[in-house]
């Protein structure tokens, strides 16, 4: 599954659109009792990069239930909310059939 944030695919030619999806993942960052804030912010880097690899895994899943082959002008929107310590990460894209044109 090819995923990109550009509207097209060098060496490849779209030959159909199969429609909008979305891959959305929340993660709440495991509860981690210490005062060094590089310990800190290493936790939040992990959750964050974690939820963003669900979001990514779960719009190839629901692209390949399309029956596409890749998914174009993908956009990413992350949020967090210390209070709850929780990261959610929304990955939206167009799922199409691309051809590589050699």
Known sequence: MVLTT?????????????????????????????FKMDKYYESVEVTMNEAQEQAFQKLSDNAAKLNANAVVGITLDLETNPNLAMTMVSVTGTAVHVVSEK
């Open 6 to 34: 550009t509207n097209s695919i060098e060496g490849f030619r779209i030959i159909e659109y199969k429609g909008i999806v979305t891959g959305v993942s929340v993660n709440v960052r495991k509860a981690s009792f210490s």
